[in-house]
Structures are given as structure tokens and as C-alpha cells.
């Protein structure tokens, strides 16, 4: 069984910047995909980003590409997601995922969310 513990949400003023960690346990971290999504208030969950197993490729979604950086640290068995520039729409609670496979973007495995407000 995966384990998937999230961190650093918070409040912060739009323009700021926030990191979120996720630290994983119960599987060989180098060998999942792992990505965050958000999910705001009355809207469905989202896809944020994405990052391969070896940390070689990332996706982001359109709305937050070029503000969000995802990185992984696998000897940490951490994902980041460094927003930067942050807008009240960005507020959400975020998601950390894995997936089974290092080279994926399908989710099979969640942790249990950090709350992010923007206020404007």
C-alpha cells in the first residue's frame, strides 16, 4: 500500500509563492509517476502536473504552466510543486498522486490534500 503525506499549503496573497511537498512510503518511489491535481470548491478535481520516475519529463496543465515548477528528490521519496505568482484562482485543495508505473499520468494512489487560498 501506498502512502502519500502532503504539506505546506497555507494562506498567502496573490503574487506570492508557495511549496507543497508529498512525501511517499510503501513502494520504490523511483519507480512512479507522481503528480498533483486540485479541486476547488463545487468543481471537479483537475490536473496540475505531472512527473515521470526518473524526473526526466514533466507536464503541466495550461493554466499553470510557466508559474509551477514540479521536481522530485528520489532519494527523499518527495515530489515538490513550487507555485509561484499565485492568483486567487489557484485556490484549491491540492492533491498529491502516483501512479504504478514510472512513466504514466494516470493516477492510482492519493493523498489526502493541503488547502492553498489565494486572496486577492
Known amino acids: 500500500q501506498v502512502q502519500l503525506v502532503e504539506s505546506g499549503g497555507g494562506l498567502v496573497q496573490a503574487g506570492g509563492s508557495l511549496r507543497l511537498s508529498c512525501v511517499a512510503s510503501?513502494?520504490?518511489?523511483?519507480?512512479?509517476?507522481m503528480g498533483w491535481f486540485r479541486q476547488a470548491p463545487g468543481k471537479e478535481r483537475e490536473f496540475v502536473s505531472y512527473?515521470?520516475?526518473?524526473?526526466?519529463?514533466?507536464y503541466y496543465a495550461d493554466s499553470v504552466k510557466g508559474r509551477f515548477t514540479i521536481s522530485r528528490d528520489n532519494a527523499e521519496n518527495t515530489v515538490y510543486l513550487q507555485m509561484n505568482s499565485l492568483k486567487p484562482e489557484d485556490t484549491a485543495v491540492y492533491y498529491c498522486?502516483?501512479?504504478?508505473?514510472?512513466?504514466?499520468?494516470?493516477?492510482?494512489?492519493w493523498g489526502q490534500g493541503t488547502q492553498v487560498t489565494v486572496s486577492s
Open positions: 498522486a502516483a501512479s504504478r508505473r514510472a512513466y504514466d499520468t494516470i493516477p492510482d494512489y
Open positions: 512527473i515521470y520516475g526518473n524526473g526526466g519529463s514533466t
Open positions: 510503501g513502494r520504490t518511489f523511483s519507480g512512479s509517476a
